[in-house]
């Protein structure tokens, strides 16, 4: 059955600029309500602004994506004004480099709460909601190709987006039976303003192992004032969704490194046809667990998992 976008209500983290308002201006295009959650107010302004410009309905709240309290309040009032939400958008996220032997707690605190936290507290405050619903949807939440490889420089901004990609893959698998669908944006280049993410830093977290000064902030945005369209990289996102397919990404460049990566992986394993006697073990081992965890589920929470 096609996914229908027209009548849903869409709520998109770091909706206000890049990535995340290409996707409100092509789900609203669709015929979804749009919510913008940014933490920069004046943006906010703006995007609901263009939005209903297009004769989009939208709907603004300025949230910082690491208060579960503030996120609760926010789908609340978004829901109020909107109906209920059954599109995800986790596209909130921030970035910080530097050799990863510099890196204090705060810079690890920082990046992990907003691009990782961020994304946990959206399903944690939306999934139940959708699920006693009964409306079906859709998850979309943003990683990076730093989600497959990364190097020093990118350590802790990788790692959150390590962790966004295996959340995101389970959260799949648990969501399945529920008629909602979830994927995995993971962009290389997007022409956004990420670059300016350090000037949202929280002062609680101001101890960075970091110097960030204008001239990085001149050369990131360089970098990504080649990087795609949002509304370009939207398009593959529709699409996706409509595919239901979980990874998105729409850059052919990747491949080469991608290839390179997965080929490591595979050359690791030993033979498919060595240690026939252990393969058996393990396998035995694991349907029985696997056998045993589908019962417990069903007893514990009324309904066995495949």
């Not at 096609?2 to 609203?28: D, Y």
Request: with cysteine; charged share 25%; hydrophobic share 45%.
């Amino acid at each position: 059955m096609r996914f229908e976008f027209s009548g849903r209500t869409a709520f998109i983290t770091g909706g206000a600029s890049g990535a995340g308002f290409g996707q409100a201006k092509v789900f609203g295009r669709e015929g979804c309500a749009v919510a913008i959650a940014d933490m920069r107010e004046d943006a906010v302004v703006e995007a609901v602004k263009e939005l209903r410009a297009e004769g989009i309905v939208a709907h603004g709240v300025v949230l910082d994506v690491t208060d579960r309290a503030a996120f609760a309040a926010a789908a609340d009032e978004v829901e109020a004004a909107l109906g209920p939400v059954s599109m995800l958008f986790g596209t909130a996220g921030v970035s910080i480099f530097g050799p990863l032997e510099k890196a204090t707690s705060d810079d690890y605190d920082w990046v992990m709460g907003v691009n990782f936290g961020g994304v946990v507290n959206l399903m944690q405050t939306f999934v139940p909601r959708m699920i006693e619903r009964k409306l079906g949807g859709h998850i979309v939440n943003t990683a990076s190709l730093g989600c497959f490889f990364t190097g020093s420089g990118s350590g802790i901004y990788s790692a959150s987006k390590f962790a966004v990609h295996g959340i995101t893959m389970a959260m799949r698998d648990a969501l399945k039976g529920h008629n909602i669908g979830v994927s995995l944006l993971a962009p290389a280049n997007i022409k956004s303003n990420i670059a300016e993410s350090i000037r949202t830093r929280p002062a609680r977290f101001a101890n960075s192992g970091y110097e960030v000064d204008e001239r990085e902030i001149a050369a990131l945005h360089e970098i990504y004032s080649q990087g795609m369209e949002p509304e370009e990289l939207a398009g593959h996102v529709k699409q996706a969704i409509l595919e239901n397919r979980f990874y998105i990404i729409p850059y052919p460049e990747a491949r080469p490194g991608l290839e390179a990566i997965f080929n490591q992986a595979l050359d690791a394993l030993p033979p498919p046809d060595s240690d026939l006697e252990g393969q058996e073990k393990r396998a035995t081992a694991m349907a029985k667990y696997g056998a045993a965890r589908r019962e417990m589920d069903a007893e514990r929470y009324g309904k066995a998992r495949s």
